[in-house]
């Protein structure tokens, strides 16, 4: 059986995001593969390259062939010049700037949490307001209609009461 070492696309239109995987040559390209051994993302710059070593390392130890695009991926990751018996093999990916992207990320999902929670807290601020002076006011109202009533009452007491002569 002929093995490639292959991209499956995925994602959505116009936004692709690639898996490596391990596949019959014959099968189609997004059809079903033996082995998923990493992915690739170009949309983001640098491009998003994740990729698992050691099982790609089998797989092109076993015979496997890589695509041109993933033998370039591996060529960057380090993994081609590792697998052709090189003793010193870096990668050239750039991992700090895609720290740096998700550290962006981070903070701009942090940003907007606390400003939904100042917004929380202030509308729950507003509403203690409006119920505190709601409640002022049926206060307010009570104490009118009690003042009422006990005028109410003097002057029925005055009125039932003998009048004194002076």
């Known amino acids: 059986m002929a093995v490639r070492i292959r991209l499956k696309r995925v994602g959505k ?17 997004d059809g079903q593969v033996i ?11 640098p491009s998003v390259i994740k ?19 993933v033998k370039r991926l591996l060529v960057l990751s380090g993994d081609w010049a590792k697998f052709k018996g ?10 700090a700037d895609a720290d740096a992207a998700s550290k962006q990320a981070e903070e701009a999902v ?38 009422a009533s006990e005028e109410k009452a003097e002057e029925a007491a005055e009125a039932e009461a003998p009048a004194e002569e002076a």
Not at 35 to 45: I, K, M, S, W
Not at 86 to 95: G, L, P
Not at 122 to 146: G, L, S
């Open 51 to 69: 990729l698992q070593s050691e099982r790609i390392q089998y797989w092109l130890g076993v015979g496997a062939q890589p695509s041109d695009t």
């Open 35 to 45: 082995e998923r051994v990493g992915q690739y993302d170009p949309n983001p710059d």
């Open 110 to 147: 942090k940003a907007a949490e606390a400003d939904a929670e100042k917004r929380k807290a202030a509308a729950a601020e507003a509403k203690a307001k409006a119920e505190a002076e709601a409640k002022a006011a049926e206060e307010a109202k009570a104490a009118e209609e009690a003042a």
């Open 13 to 29: 239109i116009h936004r692709p995001v690639y898996r490596v995987v391990v596949v019959d040559q014959h099968k189609k390209r």
């Open 86 to 95: 090189a003793k010193n093999t870096e990668s050239r990916i750039k991992v």
